[in-house]
Nanobody, 123 residues
């Protein structure tokens, strides 16, 4: 079954760092632009960052630009999100997904959603 498997979340104090990892299971990541999407209770998934399939052009929401860095390793079939200078408003469940709408940070088909990984930024 095709799905993303996210890991690396946790509880961190404001100003701290986390590195999220996402492995593609059952399919090849090379074919897709991919991204990270955050969901908080009562709201839909919002785009945080996306990276293209080829040259690795990356895109960020204004709220995380300069603090987060997305990267991918096609040989490992994985994508990562380095999160620095974390703020309480960065909290949420982070999902990995395909991102055909790169600059718009929009997820799209195919929908290989995993369980996500919880990030909590709190003192």
């Amino acid at each position: 079954q095709e799905q993303f498997v996210e890991s690396g979340g946790g509880l961190v104090q404001p100003g701290g760092s986390l590195r999220l990892s996402c492995a593609a299971s059952g399919f090849t990541l090379d074919y897709y632009g991919v991204g990270w999407f955050r969901q908080v209770p009562g709201k839909g998934r919002e785009g945080v960052s996306c990276i293209s399939r080829g040259t690795g052009g990356s895109y960020y929401s204004d709220s995380v630009k300069g603090r987060f860095t997305i990267s991918r390793d096609n040989a490992k079939n994985a994508v990562y999100l380095q999160m620095n200078s974390l703020k309480p408003e960065d909290s949420g469940v982070y999902f990995c997904g395909t991102c055909p709408g790169l600059a718009r940070l929009e997820y799209g088909p195919p929908f290989y959603w995993g369980q996500g990984t919880q990030v909590t930024v709190s003192s």
